[in-house]
């Protein structure tokens, strides 16, 4: 008698769908939302801490890091996001959230917070200002498929990477030249520029598969 192979459960035989969250007090979260969407994430708006304890991952967008800072205190999130992420949840901050996820700030406002995610100290607003803004071709560490364009909008640089932060792309010239602009700690990334206003979502791609992994 012939027996058929019992079929593998469909969840088994389709990629994993994680839901990563985009912390949605300010800055560019409708951008990081459609990018996730294209690499096979669920996003999901973040604004309460119920909402975060639910998500897989979380992005901290491009805006204001010092107005973010003060919303995560007024939204009662800012010791439960630092409670995640020293229990190891993937994230991932372009600009402002780069600033956030610093472990030190230069530059910044005293009373402005953030969250330690990576031993780095960050100089804010370090390129300049707003008329400031520039692009630039970079080699990105994992990315082999050619240089990433890179949107930098009063952007911030790493200062100082901790002995276990790689290293994943600096300016390549210019007086700017070796200047960090993204970093990978662990399950945790940041970029000082704006991956997801360029239409190259690789860095995107690299981040749902690190959560996948995780």
Known sequence: MNV????????????????????ALQGDVREHVAALEHCGAEPVLVRRASELAAVDAL???????????????????????????????????????????????LDTRP????????????RRNAFGRQVDSFEVDLAFKGLDDGPMRAVFIRAPWVERAGADVEVLATVPDGPF??????????????????????????????????????
């Open 59 to 105: 992005v901290l967008p491009g805006g204001e890091s010092t107005a973010i800072s003060k919303l995560l205190e007024v939204f009662d999130l800012l010791e439960p996001l630092r409670a995640r992420l020293r229990e190891g949840m993937p994230a991932f901050g372009s600009c402002a959230g780069m600033i956030l996820l610093a472990s030190e700030v």
């Open 111 to 122: 009373d402005a917070q953030h969250l330690f995610g990576i031993d780095m100290t960050v």
């Open 177 to 214: 030249a070796g200047r960090i602009v993204a970093v990978r700690q662990g399950n945790v990334v940041a970029t000082a520029f704006h991956p997801e206003v360029t239409g190259d979502l690789r860095v995107h791609e690299m981040f749902v598969e690190l959560v996948r992994a995780a």
């Open 4 to 23: 058929s192979p019992v079929a593998a459960p469909i969840a088994a035989q389709a990629p994993s769908r994680p839901t990563v969250g985009v912390l």
